[in-house]
């Protein structure tokens, strides 16, 4: 799979490379990420031998790495010069400060990482070392990057009442420049563009006398976010291209392919299908060399839409299968990194323990020599008697425990069949009710059938036996009764089967369903079919199968998740109808969880269509799951 990504980048690169010397804008792919840090630093670092020296060397290159993105170091910086501040036994003034830092360095890496738990926790621990009466401006930087991992968490409004306190207590500059900032980023996830964008233009403002060129290059991106929202699209383009060109000088190489992938983004809205390929190519080759899997879903996302535009769907579904693949990539490393941490918190742990362990014992062999000196066979005698009733008492324990596990197992175990007991007794219920309503229908069709079919044909007969002349008047009555009858019968028919599975096709029915689901909610869903011909031409039972199947999802999703972003993928290759279902949500333990009655209807269903269905869930990382379904 990873070779033929590589090919399909490599063979996209080499057909649009004579066309990128003919473009007006230059976009550059790099092997690797280019050296940033100066070798001398290195070279200082390696030699320093005092403490302040060598934390403020730490310190440069960490910042260098959080300008220029590069996550991996930002983690390995911070905690040098965590580890750096913690070995000097002696009381420095300005310990603290550089621990604050260091705090401060952490919480950036790990924020990128996206492990917010532990971003989280160094700020609170930064904030607690670094109070606002003796470290003003730290004590600041800690509470906006604090609020910076709220707003990543989507927890909006904590995340704005710590902007708003910044703003309004704040006298620093740089601070005041940040919290406006990170107020217009809120505003606009909020879609209140006309204030997001005063905020934007107050910190543009800032910025004529506080330089931050590279939060003047996010500004630039977020505007041309809004101009794209607004459908200026040329607007946002040169927002965009300012920001590629400026963002490649000053080496800032997250921003720049950020840049370049809303550049490919415009390009494709305006119709210019191999400009984006292109543009998005050459992101996606950085994206692959410097291993950003996130972004590399992103640009895979925009290339799909390309390929289904020029409707080569083979290579739709190809890159629809990356796109799942990276998606389990990205939460597989997540919980890689979480699992290595705990397992380092854990070893550090075991070694705390086998230090006091060793001192509890040494105190022990001191304080039992000095017995053994004073007190002898008093104390051998005393410890026979303390130690049979201790025995005793234990043995007594261990059997009360013993006991009582029993107990906990079998009630346990009562309410397992409690538990089961009323499951069953829930089905009952269904399949009862179930029961009532199609003898209920029954009821109403006899009725329907008796009542009206049947008198008009009682009626025809009585005539047709009673009528020995040819009587045209006659005739005629007879006639149009047996037409009446006829529309009687094709209209119950019509009332058994539902018409709107009958005169829609399926993508229009998700659609409309997707549509009403929204006006009524805070998320955001996606609906992609591809290709959207082929699957409307889907019949019934298949037809009505697959809504019911994506109705429950997205019942379960609104019910449980959390979600505020849903994405549907309706793909159909050769004979595999493959449906895709991914959210943002909290997620749930897929090995652990108990299997509901909603993905219980769901596999019935599947087994009556000889599909299947695969669940990949981690807690607080959402959802994916991918349901393949034969069709002739």
């Given at each position: 799979m990873?070779?033929?990504?590589?090919l399909?980048?490599?063979?996209?690169?080499?057909?649009?490379?004579v066309n990128?010397?003919?473009?007006?804008d230059?976009y550059s792919?790099?092997g690797?990420?280019?050296?940033l840090?100066?070798?001398y630093?290195y070279?200082?670092?390696?030699?320093?031998k005092?403490?302040?020296t060598?934390?403020?060397?730490?310190?440069?290159i960490a910042?260098?790495h959080?300008?220029t993105?590069i996550?991996?170091?930002?983690?390995?910086?911070g905690?040098?010069l965590?580890?750096?501040?913690?070995?000097?036994?002696?009381?420095?003034?300005n310990?603290?400060?550089y621990?604050?830092?260091?705090?401060?360095?952490?919480?950036?890496?790990?924020l990128?990482k996206?492990?917010y738990?532990d971003a989280?926790?160094?700020?609170f621990d930064?904030?607690e070392?670094?109070?606002?009466?003796?470290m003003e401006?730290?004590?600041?930087l800690?509470?906006?990057?604090?609020g910076?991992?709220?707003?990543h968490?989507?927890?909006?409004?904590?995340?704005l009442?710590?902007?708003?306190?910044?703003?309004?207590?704040t006298e620093d500059k740089e601070?005041l420049?940040?919290?406006?900032?990170?107020k217009?980023d809120?505003?606009?996830f909020q879609k209140k563009t006309?204030e997001?964008?005063?905020?934007?233009?107050?910190a543009?403002e800032?910025?004529l006398?506080?330089?931050?060129?590279?939060?003047?290059l996010?500004?630039k991106i977020?505007?041309?976010r809004?101009d794209?929202?607004?459908?200026?699209?040329?607007?946002?383009?040169e927002?965009?291209i300012s920001?590629k060109?400026?963002?490649l000088k000053h080496?800032?190489?997250?921003?720049?392919i950020?840049?370049v992938?809303?550049?490919?983004?415009?390009?494709y809205?305006?119709?210019h299908?191999e400009?984006?390929?292109?543009v998005?190519?050459t992101?996606y080759?950085?994206?692959?060399?410097?291993n950003?899997?996130?972004?590399q879903?992103?640009?895979?996302?925009?290339l799909?839409?390309i390929e289904?535009?020029?409707?080569?769907?083979?290579?739709?579904?190809?890159?629809?299968?990356?796109?799942?693949?990276?998606?389990n990539?990205?939460?597989e490393?997540?919980?890689?990194?979480?699992a290595?941490?705990m397992?380092?918190?854990?070893q550090?742990l075991?070694?705390?323990?086998?230090i006091?362990?060793?001192k509890?014992?040494q105190?022990l062999?001191e304080?039992?020599?000095k017995r053994?000196r004073t007190i002898?066979?008093?104390?051998?005698?005393?410890?026979?008697?303390?130690?049979i009733?201790v025995?005793?008492l234990?043995?007594?324990?261990?059997q009360?425990l013993?006991?009582?596990i029993?107990?906990?197992k079998?009630?346990k175990?009562?309410?397992?069949?409690k538990v089961?007991?009323?499951?069953?007794?829930?089905?009952?219920n269904?399949?009862?009710?179930t029961?009532?309503?199609?003898?209920?229908?029954r009821r109403?069709?006899?009725r329907?059938?008796?009542?009206?079919?049947?008198?008009?044909?009682a009626?025809i007969?009585?005539?047709l036996?009673s009528?020995?002349s040819n009587n045209?008047?006659i005739?005629?009555k007879i006639l149009?009764?047996?037409?009446?009858?006829?529309?009687?019968?094709r209209?119950?028919?019509?009332n058994l089967?539902?018409k709107?599975?009958?005169n829609?096709?399926?993508s229009?029915l998700?659609?409309?369903?997707?549509?009403?689901?929204?006006?009524?909610s805070?998320?955001?869903?996606?609906?992609?079919?591809?290709p959207?011909?082929?699957?409307?031409?889907i019949e019934n039972?298949?037809k009505?199968?697959?809504?019911?199947i994506?109705?429950e999802?997205?019942?379960?999703?609104?019910?449980?998740a959390?979600?505020?972003?849903?994405?549907i993928y309706?793909?159909?290759?050769?004979?595999?109808?493959?449906?895709?279902?991914?959210?943002?949500g909290?997620?749930?333990?897929?090995?652990?969880?108990?299997e509901g009655?909603?993905?219980?209807?769901i596999?019935?269903r599947l087994?009556?269509l000889?599909g299947?269905?695969?669940?990949?869930?981690?807690i607080?990382r959402?959802t994916?799951?991918n349901?393949e379904?034969?069709v002739s």
């Amino acid at each position: 799979m990873m070779r033929n990504r590589h090919l399909y980048i490599f063979i996209i690169l080499i057909s649009f490379s004579v066309n990128a010397q003919e473009k007006k804008d230059w976009y550059s792919a790099f092997g690797k990420t280019p050296a940033l840090v100066d070798s001398y630093l290195y070279k200082e670092l390696k030699n320093a031998k005092d403490f302040q020296t060598r934390a403020k060397l730490i310190d440069t290159i960490a910042s260098i790495h959080i300008q220029t993105g590069i996550t991996d170091s930002i983690i390995y910086y911070g905690n040098l010069l965590q580890d750096e501040v913690m070995s000097q036994k002696e009381l420095l003034l300005n310990r603290n400060l550089y621990l604050s830092k260091a705090y401060h360095i952490l919480g950036k890496g790990k924020l990128e990482k996206g492990l917010y738990d532990d971003a989280m926790k160094h700020h609170f621990d930064g904030i607690e070392i670094s109070p606002i009466e003796e470290m003003e401006k730290m004590h600041n930087l800690h509470q906006i990057a604090l609020g910076v991992v709220y707003l990543h968490q989507l927890e909006v409004e904590t995340a704005l009442s710590i902007f708003e306190t910044c703003i309004k207590n704040t006298e620093d500059k740089e601070v005041l420049l940040l919290a406006i900032k990170y107020k217009a980023d809120i505003l606009l996830f909020q879609k209140k563009t006309e204030e997001a964008k005063e905020n934007y233009k107050k910190a543009q403002e800032l910025l004529l006398t506080q330089k931050n060129i590279k939060v003047d290059l996010d500004i630039k991106i977020r505007l041309g976010r809004i101009d794209v929202f607004e459908n200026k699209l040329e607007q946002g383009l040169e927002h965009f291209i300012s920001v590629k060109d400026q963002a490649l000088k000053h080496n800032f190489y997250d921003l720049y392919i950020d840049a370049v992938i809303r550049v490919g983004i415009i390009y494709y809205r305006q119709g210019h299908l191999e400009a984006s390929q292109m543009v998005l190519s050459t992101a996606y080759a950085n994206t692959l060399q410097w291993n950003k899997l996130e972004l590399q879903r992103d640009v895979i996302k925009v290339l799909r839409n390309i390929e289904v535009a020029e409707k080569d769907y083979e290579n739709a579904y190809n890159l629809m299968t990356q796109y799942v693949s990276i998606s389990n990539q990205i939460l597989e490393n997540q919980n890689k990194v979480i699992a290595k941490e705990m397992e380092a918190k854990y070893q550090t742990l075991q070694k705390e323990k086998e230090i006091l362990s060793l001192k509890e014992e040494q105190l022990l062999k001191e304080s039992e020599i000095k017995r053994q000196r004073t007190i002898k066979k008093a104390f051998l005698i005393g410890f026979l008697v303390v130690l049979i009733p201790v025995i005793a008492l234990l043995f007594l324990y261990f059997q009360k425990l013993k006991t009582q596990i029993a107990l906990n197992k079998s009630q346990k175990e009562v309410n397992s069949q409690k538990v089961y007991g009323l499951m069953k007794d829930q089905e009952l219920n269904l399949v009862k009710a179930t029961m009532d309503g199609q003898n209920k229908e029954r009821r109403r069709l006899a009725r329907e059938l008796h009542d009206s079919i049947g008198g008009n044909l009682a009626s025809i007969k009585l005539q047709l036996s009673s009528n020995t002349s040819n009587n045209e008047s006659i005739q005629t009555k007879i006639l149009n009764q047996i037409d009446e009858t006829y529309h009687q019968v094709r209209d119950l028919s019509h009332n058994l089967a539902s018409k709107k599975f009958q005169n829609n096709g399926i993508s229009t029915l998700i659609k409309e369903y997707v549509n009403n689901i929204e006006q009524g909610s805070k998320q955001k869903i996606s609906f992609n079919p591809h290709p959207e011909e082929k699957i409307n031409e889907i019949e019934n039972p298949l037809k009505e199968e697959l809504f019911k199947i994506i109705q429950e999802l997205l019942t379960n999703t609104l019910k449980h998740a959390k979600a505020d972003q849903i994405d549907i993928y309706l793909n159909q290759y050769q004979t595999i109808l493959q449906l895709l279902f991914e959210d943002n949500g909290i997620g749930f333990n897929s090995e652990k969880m108990a299997e509901g009655i909603g993905f219980k209807n769901i596999k019935n269903r599947l087994h009556s269509l000889s599909g299947n269905m695969v669940i990949d869930s981690t807690i607080d990382r959402g959802t994916v799951i991918n349901i393949e379904i034969p069709v002739s």
